[in-house]
């Protein structure tokens, strides 16, 4: 069975960096897009970044030229490397995994991880 577990969240100060990964076991990133989502309390999930199969790549625009979402299909591990960041980012963080690139963009992805919350605060 898929299994994706992220790590990498904590509490850091505005303008501060994380980085979130994503480790994958039990399939191969070789033919699965992977999305990043976020989801804040009394908010809706939304999707921050997904890396397809082929390493094509998306950023929501509340996040384009702050995260960067990379992979190593060696390793078989996503990262999200979170820059400058906002009192706004705060959140549980989850990684998902589909075959279906448009599953992923509807963020009905059939495997998810257990999340990672990510605290930005002075």
């Known amino acids: 069975q898929v299994q994706l577990v992220e790590s990498g969240g904590g509490l850091v100060n505005p303008g501060g960096s994380l980085r979130l990964s994503c480790a994958a076991s039990r399939f191969t990133l070789d033919y699965y897009n992977i999305g990043w989502f976020r989801q804040a309390p009394g908010k809706e999930r939304e999707g921050v970044s997904y890396?397809?199969?082929?390493?094509?790549?998306y950023y929501a625009n509340s996040v384009k030229g702050r995260f960067t979402i990379s992979k190593d299909n060696a390793l078989n591990m996503v990262y999200l490397q979170m820059n400058s960041l906002r009192p706004e980012d705060p959140a549980m963080y989850y990684c998902a995994a589909d075959r279906d690139i448009g599953r992923i963009l509807a963020g009905q992805c059939d495997h998810w991880g257990q999340g990672t919350q990510v605290t930005v605060s002075s």
């Open positions: 890396i397809s199969f082929t390493d094509d790549l």
